[in-house]
């Protein structure tokens, strides 16, 4: 039996969770990238995304890159939630701006993990950085057995 592929895993964990999570949707969130502790994701800023200030709401960026975060830890194919998780705004984003979260895995280990995920504008200016604490729960979110080809023995 050959082992999965880990990259393959990943966007496989992406994608199922991307089907089921209808916030992301309905804000426009894509995956770019899914990789073992890794996502990249976009989301354009519409102008039903606006604060009182003309800017891009704080709590549209943290949803970004809150989900950036749970797709890097989920990729591994366990449950994954957050426990805990801030933010610091450098910057506003604006009507029209594209925002890309990158998450990247700082420490997994155990049940527990530590990720970090940097938002940025079009002009690859950071706007805010973003601090995710998991935890692994029971689970898993696809069929590793469908991935590799094999089938259940009866």
């Known amino acids: 039996m050959s082992e999965i592929d880990?990259?393959?895993?990943?966007?496989?964990?992406?994608?199922?969770?991307h089907k089921n999570d209808h916030a992301a949707q309905a804000m426009g969130i894509e995956i770019t990238e899914s990789a073992p502790g890794r996502a990249v994701l976009k989301m354009a800023v519409r102008k039903d995304m606006l604060n009182g200030h003309n800017m891009s709401h704080g709590g549209f960026m943290f949803a970004l890159?809150?989900?950036a975060f749970a797709h890097a830890c989920?990729?591994?194919?366990?449950?994954?939630?957050?426990?805990?998780c801030t933010i610091d705004y450098i910057a506003p984003g604006f009507e029209?701006?594209?925002?890309?979260a990158i998450a990247v895995e700082r420490q997994r280990k155990g049940r527990t993990g530590v990720y970090d995920v940097?938002?940025?504008n079009q002009h690859d200016e950071e706007l805010a950085y973003f601090r995710g604490k998991s935890y692994q729960i029971q689970g898993?979110?696809?069929?590793?057995a469908t991935l590799t080809g094999r089938t259940a023995q009866a």
Do not use: I, P
Request: glycine share 6%; net charge negative.
């Open 140 to 144: 898993t979110l696809v069929d590793e």
């Open 96 to 100: 029209g701006d594209s925002l890309t």
């Open 6 to 17: 880990a990259a393959a895993l990943a966007k496989a964990c992406s994608a199922a969770m």
């Open 74 to 84: 989920n990729s591994y194919n366990r449950v994954t939630v957050a426990s805990g």
């Open 65 to 67: 890159c809150d989900t």
């Open 118 to 120: 940097t938002l940025y």
